[in-house]
């Protein structure tokens, strides 16, 4: 009896040892999924209380909220300022336009005064003996041609005009053939023959203070009235262009009997005679010869 125990021992000894060991690692095995679902389910329970997924998490009326901004973690850093690193787009240089920019269009000068007119008559002209030479008159004539009388205080229009040297050769030739001493019976004086109201005008208008008794003055003034005369006309012609044809008779008539009466529209005036004459000395002046 006492052999069958020591054998039954024996045989049992090793049996309980993996029994034992068995229960170890079912222990641990137990003790692992234990944990594993612990971790499981404190995700669920995170889940539950969470953010619902992006395709559930919507409003009532259907639409899905915004979610808020993160909030940066907290740091120890100290602030520096943010420096600006998005450089900008390069310049790109203006097309050149390719249409000379439109000047807006200025005020025009409303000339509401005019020079009263001369008196027509056709008495014959008191020359004197004092008379400068041709060539000295020329250059009182080539200067006034080069004066702009129009300031720059007016109507841009205005500013470049010039009277053409041809029109003041032709115009001083058929008043006083470039005479400096000379008279007529209506009033009129030297080379330009103006007249005292002419003379009274011109420097009113302009804030000048031309003599028509001085020689040099005296074609200053007829000069000043004939580009006067370019403005007066130009914006109702719709030019300042002297080749213009209206244009340019409209003023040589005006030059010589007044504003009133001249059609500058319609081309006829009062003293076509006087016109054509100037027209002709324009192209065959004497102006030459001096």
């Known amino acids: 009896m006492d052999d069958d125990t020591a054998e039954f021992e024996a045989y049992e000894e090793p049996r309980k040892r993996n029994r034992n060991l068995g229960a170890i690692l079912l222990s641990v095995a137990v ?15 995170k889940g539950v209380g969470g953010a619902k997924p992006a395709a559930q998490e919507r409003q009532h009326d259907g639409s899905v909220p915004i979610a808020p901004a993160s909030v940066p973690p907290p740091t120890s850093e100290v602030p520096v300022a943010v420096v600006e690193t998005t450089t900008a787009p390069p310049t ?45 008159v020329k250059g009182y004539l080539d200067t006034a041609s ?6 720059t205080a007016t109507d841009p229009d205005y500013e470049p005009i010039l009277v053409p040297l041809r029109l003041l050769y032709a115009v001083a030739e058929q008043e006083s053939g470039w005479q400096t001493d000379i008279t ?14 002419t003379q009274t005008f011109v420097n009113t208008r302009f804030g000048t203070s031309w003599d028509r ?3 040099d003055q005296n074609v200053m003034l007829g000069a000043n009235y004939l580009a006067w005369l370019i403005a007066y006309y130009g914006p109702k012609l719709g030019t300042y262009d002297m080749t213009d044809t209206k244009l340019l008779n409209a003023v040589i008539s005006a ?28 192209v065959a002046s004497r102006a030459g010869n001096y």
């Open 31 to 45: 003790a692992v999924v234990l944990i594993g679902c612990g971790v499981i389910g404190a995700t669920l329970v």
């Open 255 to 282: 030059y010589n009997w007044g504003t009133g009466g001249v059609d500058y529209a319609g081309g006829v005036y009062p003293n076509p005679q006087y016109v054509q004459n100037v027209r002709a000395l324009m």
């Open 213 to 215: 008794t001085k020689p």
């Open 146 to 151: 080069t004066k702009h009388f129009w300031g």
């Open 184 to 197: 007529a019976c209506d009033g009129g004086l030297g080379v330009m023959q103006v007249m005292p109201g």
């Open 92 to 136: 790109s240089k203006a097309a050149t336009p390719t249409k000379k920019p439109t000047r807006k269009p200025s005020p025009k000068v409303t000339e509401t005064a005019t020079p009263p007119a001369p008196p027509h008559n056709t008495c014959a002209p008191v020359r004197g003996t004092n008379q400068l030479p041709k060539a000295q």
